[in-house]
């Protein structure tokens, strides 16, 4: 077993009891099927076909004694073996019954011509006087028979519920472990993706993560309920067959047999060419997954800049590919499904008649045995169609599987449970050099201290390395060369977790959930109560805005806040910092894309939040940072000026240049 078989082979071992339970009542009703072509032969053979079989003459009366001109009859089987009346015998050649009132050896074949009844070939051919019997006579000699047969009939039925309901029985336990195993492999995977560093996502898109959790999981889901049960039952079946058939005559188990190896080379040619029509279109499919992702986010974009005709472009030449794989994998599935089983069915049965016609089997090849053997052939094809048709949902499963493995083998960072005491927030950078991509430095020998309380304004163009800092100082990425610490320990001694349990940050485009405005502020964290959630709107100058709206801070939020103001999204971003009281607060062009009224409402706020908090800002407005204590002023990834406003102008350097830029009304530096 691969890899991969294992990995999902243990998942499925946590449900291990209802799945046994569930193979455990598959294979019971496989065996109440294969009873059916067993009383279709007793039928045939001994209540249908009987009515040939040695009659005797009797004196005694019984329910299976037959009264035929004034003479009574009972047959060999129903005799209670003392017989030693005259033997007769009842012959139904083509539709008619003849009686034979004298033995007849049991030859073929036989034929009636000028009411004899003559047996054998033509140069040995004997001959017996014979009497057709009229419907009614028949019938006399089948009566016996219909309590028998009634009998059986009902047993049969008896065995068709009972295995109906073991086969709803199974089908349930199936589906409620496929459906446990999904559900906690989903957890894991989503787990898993919090754990995932940022660096991951900038080379995944969205759709294609959410691809694997949803799509690929669902894939996975039918390889343990219908698979798995197609599978199981079909090996079942077809050693249950070829036992049942070595039951009736080992010769018919023979002829049966080259099924087996029939089967695993057709297995395995269909995995070779499908596996890789399979990884084509999973990866296709994900790849239209994730252009849809992104087109839906970036829509304004697409239709501002009037890119419908391209993307719908794109779009079709991914798809059409996924078509083509498909249209491929549909051929094969075609091919090798139902029109081959039936080929090599339809030439089991001519086996088998000719078989029975001829020398080998005719003499000892009852009507009712070449009834099962037919039936238990055309049984057999049955679960061989399941199998090779679930060949295509096998293969689906093991490359979604391949696929959500890969994911969940990425390397992540378990998340803490451990609570870290609210440190002061004294930081240190020193000597920090960073890249994204080796080779391409961002940061260049970054060396700066900020107290706590103290604010730190990063500026620069945009590329500078502004955001880089804040993103080794939160541990979206870590740091690769030189020394980052708070309050005198390198933070990679530190979890991300703990570490980021006492900070706060602001984004220029702040990101909110599906919600209200309080749980977009709390983040549905118990220990921010609701009087923290007001204080903090309170605090940035927005509780009483939000109160405005017909259910004030309870409003309900969709997805990203669209329904809110860039303005209103911002200010709850505040808030939710503020309300989990970081000791460090990072406002990342915060301040952009608010109004200068709402602007002037934070700004007032902030100066009571920042005291006793080490506080970073970036800002492309220099006006909002004059009030820091410290400004660094970056170029290409280094520290080119530092100091406070007033310091910085005095010197008449970059950051003087910048200020005079944007009070003289030009275009603001981006960040």
């Given at each position: 077993?691969?890899?991969t078989?294992k990995?999902?082979?243990r998942y499925?071992?946590h449900y291990?009891?209802?799945i046994i ?5 598959l294979?019971l009703?496989?065996?109440a099927?294969?009873v059916g072509?067993?009383?279709a032969k007793?039928m ?8 040939q ?9 019984g329910?299976?004694v037959?009264?035929?001109?004034g003479?009574?009859?009972?047959r060999?089987?129903h005799a209670?073996?003392g017989q ?7 012959f ?14 049991d030859?073929?074949p036989?034929?009636v011509?000028?009411g ?6 033509s ?9 057709k019997?009229s ?6 000699f089948?009566?016996p028979e219909?309590?028998?047969l ?10 068709l519920?009972v295995?109906a309901?073991l086969?709803?029985g ?16 989903r957890n894991?995977?989503f787990?898993h ?5 940022v660096?991951?996502f900038?080379?995944?898109p969205a759709?294609?993560v959410?691809?694997?959790?949803t799509n690929?999981?669902e894939?996975?889901?039918e390889l343990?309920v ?9 090996i079942?079946?077809i050693v249950?067959?070829l036992g049942?058939?070595?039951?009736l005559?080992w010769?018919?188990a023979?002829i049966s ?6 089967l695993?080379?057709w297995?395995?040619?269909?995995r070779?060419?499908a596996?890789?029509f399979n990884?084509v279109?999973r990866?296709?499919l994900s ?15 697409i ?11 794109e ?5 059409d590919d ?8 549909l051929r094969?599935?075609?091919f ?6 039936n ?5 089991f049965f001519l086996?088998?008649?000719?078989m ?6 005719g003499p000892?090849l009852s ?6 053997f037919?039936d ?7 679960p061989?169609v399941?199998?090779?048709?679930q060949?295509?949902?096998?293969e689906?499963?093991?490359?979604s599987?391949?696929?959500v493995?890969q994911?969940?083998d990425?390397?992540?960072?378990e998340v ?8 002061k927030g004294?930081?240190?950078f020193?000597?920090v050099?960073f ?8 940061l260049k020998?970054i060396?700066f201290?900020a107290r706590?309380?103290?604010t730190v304004?990063?500026?620069?163009h945009?590329?500078?390395?502004k955001s880089?800092?804040l993103?080794l ?14 309050d ?5 001694d ?21 919600g209200?405005?309080a749980s ?5 964290d118990?220990s921010?109560s609701?009087e923290?959630v007001?204080?903090?709107?309170r ?6 805005m ?6 004030g801070i309870?409003e ?5 806040g ?7 999204r911002?200010?709850i971003?505040f808030a ?6 970081p000791?460090?607060?990072i406002?990342d062009e915060?301040?952009?894309?608010i109004?200068t009224?709402?602007?002037?409402i934070?700004q007032?706020a902030?100066d009571v939040?920042?005291?006793g908090?080490t506080?970073f ?8 940072i004059r009030a820091?204590?410290?400004?660094l002023?970056?170029?290409r990834?280094?520290i080119?000026?530092?100091g ?5 102008m005095?010197?008449g350097g970059k950051?003087y240049?910048?200020y ?6 030009a275009v603001g530096?981006?960040?």
């Amino acid at each position: 077993m691969n890899t991969t078989g294992k990995r999902l082979f243990r998942y499925a071992l946590h449900y291990k009891k209802p799945i046994i339970a569930a193979l455990v009542l598959l294979a019971l009703a496989v065996c109440a099927e294969l009873v059916g072509p067993i009383y279709a032969k007793k039928m045939i053979d001994v209540h249908i076909m009987g009515i040939q079989k040695p009659w005797y003459e009797t004196q005694e009366n019984g329910p299976f004694v037959v009264p035929y001109k004034g003479k009574h009859y009972i047959r060999q089987d129903h005799a209670d073996g003392g017989q030693s009346g005259k033997e007769v015998r009842i012959f139904q050649i083509s539709r008619s019954y003849y009686f034979v009132n004298e033995p007849v050896p049991d030859i073929s074949p036989k034929k009636v011509e000028n009411g004899r009844l003559i047996v054998g070939e033509s140069d040995q051919a004997v001959s017996y006087p014979a009497v057709k019997l009229s419907n009614v006579e028949a019938y006399a000699f089948y009566k016996p028979e219909f309590p028998g047969l009634i009998s059986l009939a009902f047993t049969y039925f008896a065995f068709l519920l009972v295995g109906a309901a073991l086969a709803y029985g199974q089908r349930y336990l199936l589906q409620v472990s496929a459906n446990r195993i999904i559900r906690r492999m989903r957890n894991d995977i989503f787990a898993h993706i919090q754990r995932l560093p940022v660096r991951y996502f900038d080379n995944l898109p969205a759709g294609k993560v959410v691809a694997r959790v949803t799509n690929d999981t669902e894939s996975i889901k039918e390889l343990y309920v219908t698979v798995l049960a197609n599978f199981f039952s079909g090996i079942i079946f077809i050693v249950a067959i070829l036992g049942a058939l070595f039951v009736l005559d080992w010769r018919l188990a023979v002829i049966s047999i080259p099924m087996v190896p029939i089967l695993y080379f057709w297995i395995v040619i269909y995995r070779k060419f499908a596996a890789h029509f399979n990884h084509v279109i999973r990866s296709r499919l994900s790849d239209i997954n994730g252009m849809i992702n992104e087109s839906i986010n970036g829509m304004t974009i697409i239709q501002a800049f009037r890119r419908e005709k391209q993307i719908e472009t794109e779009f079709a030449e991914l798809n059409d590919d996924y078509f083509r794989h498909r249209n491929k994998l549909l051929r094969l599935n075609s091919f090798m499904s139902w029109n081959l089983v039936n080929v090599f069915r339809n030439l089991f049965f001519l086996i088998g008649i000719w078989m029975f016609a001829g020398s080998w089997l005719g003499p000892v090849l009852s009507v009712g045995m070449l009834y099962a053997f037919i039936d238990y052939i055309g049984r057999m094809m049955q679960p061989i169609v399941g199998i090779v048709n679930q060949l295509a949902n096998l293969e689906t499963a093991r490359v979604s599987a391949e696929r959500v493995f890969q994911l969940l083998d990425e390397e992540g960072v378990e998340v803490s449970e451990d609570r870290l005491a609210r440190y002061k927030g004294n930081v240190r950078f020193e000597d920090v050099s960073f890249a994204y991509k080796e080779g391409e430095d961002v940061l260049k020998n970054i060396t700066f201290s900020a107290r706590q309380g103290e604010t730190v304004a990063l500026v620069g163009h945009t590329g500078s390395g502004k955001s880089s800092i804040l993103n080794l100082l939160f541990r979206f990425y870590d740091v690769e060369r030189g020394t980052i610490s708070i309050d005198g320990t390198d933070i990679r001694d530190i979890s991300k977790q703990e570490l980021r349990q006492h900070m706060g940050i602001v984004l220029q485009d702040p990101f909110l959930f599906t919600g209200t405005i309080a749980s977009n502020v709390s983040l549905s964290d118990p220990s921010i109560s609701r009087e923290k959630v007001e204080q903090a709107l309170r605090d940035v100058g927005a509780y009483e805005m939000f109160m405005q709206f017909p259910e004030g801070i309870d409003e309900p939020v969709i997805e990203k806040g669209s329904t809110l103001s860039a303005g209103q999204r911002q200010l709850i971003s505040f808030a939710r910092a503020l309300a989990f009281d970081p000791a460090i607060l990072i406002l990342d062009e915060a301040t952009a894309s608010i109004d200068t009224e709402t602007e002037s409402i934070i700004q007032q706020a902030l100066d009571v939040l920042k005291r006793g908090r080490t506080t970073f800002v970036i800002a492309h407005r220099l006006s909002t940072i004059r009030a820091a204590d410290q400004i660094l002023v970056l170029d290409r990834g280094r520290i080119v000026e530092r100091g406070n406003h007033d310091e910085l102008m005095e010197r008449g350097g970059k950051y003087y240049a910048m200020y005079q830029l944007q009070q003289g009304g030009a275009v603001g530096v981006g960040a």
